[in-house]
């Protein structure tokens, strides 16, 4: 499969590069290590005049403290968060989510924004042209039929990254630029929840960085991904739990973030119901299977069929809730 002819440009800082999205808004996307959009672009699903590669802009890569926040720069390689002592002593979760992202050879390239922002994926479009040929172009390919959900009305592609939800769980914002403005917004932010175009933020756009608060005393915080093959692929469905506990051993604060269960992560809004108060002992993990099954829809969209994943779920989000208690009570 050869890529479409497009103009590539390099710029070296950000302000060439928001210059740059601007000025070919409308055909233009950027390009960070180019795990998923090279594979997507061979495919012609992105066809793109120009991409712009941000490899140079050395000012997007870096880990670094800065009151009270972990500050990641959007082209950090995920090599150099599996390295960082400051992400390994805080976020345990957020590590769990690296080492789960495809393979290792993989993570020499890829990088922390390409992650948060890459396109939601389905067994009916992530195909080659010829494959999808063989059928009628569905909505996400500009098409009027859901080959998913036959009689559905709209898109149920999943967004798939392993980081978003570790992400969304320990609370972080990101920063979003484009030419001559900047916004921080928390990351759940970002997502609209539309299968046909899953992001806030517009082509013209870009993520510059990521920030997560540092942790609480006697917190933790953990990531479970289900997949068909461990050495290499994307999650079926993945949770993440953020949990703070009293010095009673009590929860004091919980976030549980469900991940590849729709078009967006979502964060289950009745898990402190549920959890608040409780030591591990006293949780009712039936009402958290039971609530997590009502706050999602999965579909036979991925390699593995909607009721089996829908089945799984309340064992993964127990065993993310199980793994993110603090064992250590100071
Ligand atoms: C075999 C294989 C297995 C994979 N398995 C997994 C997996 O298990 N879990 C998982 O999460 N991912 C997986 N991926 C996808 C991909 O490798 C990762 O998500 C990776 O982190 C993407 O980062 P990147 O730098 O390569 O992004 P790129 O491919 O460069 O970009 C991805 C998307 O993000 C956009 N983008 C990149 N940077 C920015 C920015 N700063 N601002 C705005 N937009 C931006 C690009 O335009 C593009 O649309 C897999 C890919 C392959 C090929
Ligand atoms: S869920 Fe339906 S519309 Fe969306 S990509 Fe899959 S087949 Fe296409």
Known sequence: M??????FREPSVVEEALSLLEEFKGSVI????????IPIMKYGLETPSTVVGLKRVSALRGISLNSGNVHIGAMTLLVDMLSSRTLLDNFPGLIQAVK???APPLWNVATIGG??????????????????????????AKGDVCHAVPAGRKCFSVYSSDLAPALTALGATITIRRKG????????????????????????????GVEIPLPQKRSNSSYIKKRMRSAVDYPLISAS?????NEDNRIKQIRLVLGAVGSKPVIVG??????????????????????????????????????YRRQMLPVIARDAVRAAFPSIVE
């Open 2 to 7: 050869r890529l479409p002819r497009f103009d």
């Open 30 to 37: 950027p390009l960070a290590g180019g795990t998923d959009l």
């Open 100 to 102: 789960a992202v495809a």
């Open 115 to 140: 992650n948060i922002c890459q396109n939601s994926r389905c067994l009916y479009y992530n195909q080659s042209k010829t494959w999808r040929l063989e059928r009628p172009a569905c909505f996400k």
């Open 181 to 208: 403005q900047s916004r921080t917004i928390p990351l759940q932010d970002l997502f609209s929840g539309n299968g046909l175009s899953p992001f806030t933020m517009e082509k013209s756009e870009l993520l510059t």
């Open 241 to 245: 739990a953020s949990i703070v506990c």
């Open 270 to 307: 009745s898990a402190d119901q549920i959890f608040a108060g409780k030591t591990i002992d006293e949780i009712d993990f039936d009402a958290l299977g039971d609530n997590v099954r009502k706050e999602t829809r999965m579909v036979d969209n991925l390699m593995l069929p909607g009721s």
